[in-house]
């Protein structure tokens, strides 16, 4: 998935707003876990939220080593691991989880998203809560559109094209990638599929999955945000 690019991911980002996003989940976060301390980012990607967020304790998953590899580097002191968001145990629980800028969108089927749904719920502390930024909706995906991105630094440049199309409710985002290291130049290409869904089709995988969810449109990037937490459960009738 991330094989080519991963290496590559903070250059091609490089004008994303992660310091604006952390500062506005930070508020989140003391809005909604005031208390929080534990962070587990799912999904963690190269650890760039994590790296913002130095006050909180910090633990980080994600399927591609190279990501893990870059998020332990930034965060020497978090906990960081290889693992599949659809099926986790990292035997502890954490007052805050995210999963961030559309990853939960990888997961493509029903089954896939309410397992990474409970194991999400396994590893939340009690008041803790989960915030999870989802991908367009069925109707806010343009076909056939492509967009250039690049980045560099002082032995590295990157271009990325990315194209859009899409196969039913999937999302295909083919990138295609212009390395040069020195003047060594390669090309290679990633294909990326997620899936679009609905905000009421989302709704019903959170109750389904135990969790009572409220979307904030604008509260922290255009996609949304959902923060979830578990149902309380009802007091035992005597
Ligand atoms: C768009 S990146 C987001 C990374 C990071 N959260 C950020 O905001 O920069 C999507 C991430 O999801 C990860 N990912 C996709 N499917 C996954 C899965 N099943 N389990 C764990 N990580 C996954 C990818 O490796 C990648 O790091």
Known sequence: MFSVSAEYYDLVYGNKDYQGETDRLR?????F??????????????????????????AGIDLEPTFVRIAN????????????????DLGTK????????????YLLTPEAILSALGCFKAHLAA?????????????????????????????????????????GDVSILIGHYLIAEGIDVRYAVERHELLLLDRDQWQDFFREAGLSAKYLPEAFSSRGLYVAR???????SS
């Open 27 to 31: 508020g989140l976060f003391r809005r």
């Open 94 to 105: 954490f007052d805050i989880l995210i999963c961030l800028f559309s990853a939960i969108a």
């Open 230 to 236: 578990p149902f309380p459960t009802a007091p035992a």
């Open 73 to 88: 580097e930034k965060r020497p002191d978090g906990n960081f691991q290889i693992a599949d968001m659809q099926q986790f």
């Open 127 to 167: 008041g803790g809560a989960i915030f999870i930024e989802p991908f367009f909706e069925r109707k806010e995906w343009h076909t056939g559109r492509a967009h250039i991105t690049s980045g560099e630094d002082d032995h590295r440049k990157v271009c990325r094209l990315m194209t859009s199309d899409r196969e």
């Open 33 to 58: 876990v005031p208390e929080g301390r534990t962070i587990l980012d799912i999904a963690c990607g190269t650890g760039e939220h994590l790296r913002l967020l130095p006050e909180y304790q910090v």
